[in-house]
Nanobody, 114 residues
Framework: QVQLVESGGGLVQPGGSLRLSCAASGFAFSRYIIEWYRQPPGKERELVGVVTSAGGSTNYADSVKGRFTISRDNAKSTVYLQMNSLKPEDTAVYYC???????WGQGTQVSVSS
């Protein structure tokens, strides 16, 4: 069964950091590009960033560039989203997505508030 499971969300103060994980199972993980999305409350889901299958290339939305970093460990079938200098506007449910399989994780809530 193809599955993506996010973890690592929580409540953090502005300026803080969190690292999200996306654990994959049921498919040849190392062959697939993985994307991170987020959906702020009351808004549409938006692309945060993408990592290529081998992890050699990443791309980010302008709103997170320089603050967020995506990496992956294909040996562990896991993708990470390191989020630094968090802002209240980063509050959202964060999802990972395997585009080639049209598979979403269940999401993890990130709340940035003092």
């Amino acid at each position: 069964q193809v599955q993506l499971v996010e973890s690592g969300g929580g409540l953090v103060q502005p300026g803080g950091s969190l690292r999200l994980s996306c654990a994959a199972s049921g498919f040849a993980f190392s062959r697939y590009i993985i994307e991170w999305y987020r959906q702020p409350p009351g808004k549409e889901r938006e692309l945060v960033g993408v990592v290529t299958s081998a992890g050699g290339s990443t791309n980010y939305a302008d709103s997170v560039k320089g603050r967020f970093t995506i990496s992956r460990d294909n040996a562990k079938s896991t993708v990470y989203l390191q989020m630094n200098s968090l802002k209240p506007e980063d509050t959202a449910v964060y999802y990972c997505y395997a585009a080639g399989l049209q598979t979403w994780g269940q999401g993890t809530q990130v709340s940035v508030s003092s």
